[in-house]
């Protein structure tokens, strides 16, 4: 079969595949290498178990990675495969593989995100999975950002030295019970903060007096035009809710974004998300693409 499990004597190879699917360039080549060897390393994911390897004639072609997500029963299924296996017995053997993982971590759930312009839904309804959500590709690329006075007795920052729990904090209370979102503790936010596609200053809080409020974590990904720009996380505190002050936080993370020379800004929004779409229509953002989440229910769960 040409679908194995990861082991660290892979490691190398499989960091520069993922790299050669995205890095057009040595800089994003080098962003991508870095980010997806970080990737590998974060607390809990256990690659040696949860990532299985496509290969082909002794090259690689594909990998699966499996996240648990096991408080809140779920299982997410990352897949990534170069164009020739596309659709083919080997791609859907590669994510038999990654399905048969998941279950087996007595989860409730499993959910695959199929990005744009790929034809993998088609593999995955074949396999037991059903469109569950769909999220809009935003894109901002204005020639300048408007300023934004903060509302009296609010102000930001960015992450310093040892708010590991208070971003934690935040952002457990900012998205517990929103759709897909698992609960983080301090020891996987500490080392996502310190990954090489974020920096400390694209982590900005907003607070009243020393009360925080919400906060944006911006990053940078891969495009066609270079380094992009993306909001990663966004959200406000339940008791702040309903004041507008998302505007404000979005304009934060855009700002420090634009200050480090990034002209284009992304980010995701379920479209189920009415008060979230209006607010990045109006900001400037439009929709370039749709990305479909795909979830099958493993019986007896």
């Known amino acids: 079969m040409p679908v194995v499990n990861y082991t660290n004597n892979l490691r190398s190879d499989l960091v520069e595949f993922v790299a050669s699917q995205n890095g057009t360039n040595d800089e994003l080549h ?17 690659p040696t178990e949860n990532c299985f390897v496509l ?30 296996p596309a659709g083919s017995p080997d791609e859907a053997a590669l994510v038999r593989r990654a399905v048969s993982r998941a279950q087996g971590m007595g989860v409730a759930v499993a959910h695959v995100c199929v990005p744009p312009d790929s034809e993998r839904g088609s593999l995955l309804e074949s396999l037991g999975f059903s469109p569950a959500r769909t999220y809009l590709d935003m ?53 996502r903060a310190s990954m090489p596609n974020t920096s400390k200053a694209g982590i900005v809080f907003l607070f009243r007096g020393d009360q925080p409020a919400g906060y944006c974590w911006t990053v940078m990904v891969p495009s066609e035009n270079g380094p992009r ?36 800004i992304g980010l995701e929004v379920d479209s189920n998300n009415d008060p979230g779409v209006r607010l990045y229509t109006s900001t400037g953002f439009k929709i370039t693409g749709e990305r479909h989440w795909f979830e099958r229910v493993f019986p007896g769960t």
């Open 229 to 264: 720009g993306m909001i990663g996380m966004i959200g406000v505190t339940p008791e702040f809710r309903g004041q507008g002050l998302s505007r404000h936080i979005l304009h934060a993370g855009m700002k420090h974004l634009r200050s480090v020379g990034l002209a284009e």
């Open 55 to 84: 290969e082909v004639s002794g090259e690689i072609k594909g990998m699966a990675l499996v996240y648990s997500e096991a408080p809140i029963s779920r299982s997410v299924i990352e897949v990534l495969t170069s164009p020739a």
């Open 139 to 191: 894109l901002w690329s204005e020639d300048s950002l408007p300023e934004l006075e903060l509302p009296q007795g609010y102000s930001v920052r960015s992450f310093q030295p040892g708010d590991t729990p208070l971003l934690t904090q935040v952002q457990n209370a900012a998205f517990t019970g929103s759709w897909g979102f698992c609960p983080n503790t301090e020891e996987q936010i500490a080392y």
């Open 30 to 46: 080098e962003l991508c290498r870095t980010t997806f060897d970080a990737v590998l390393g974060q607390p809990g994911l256990e």
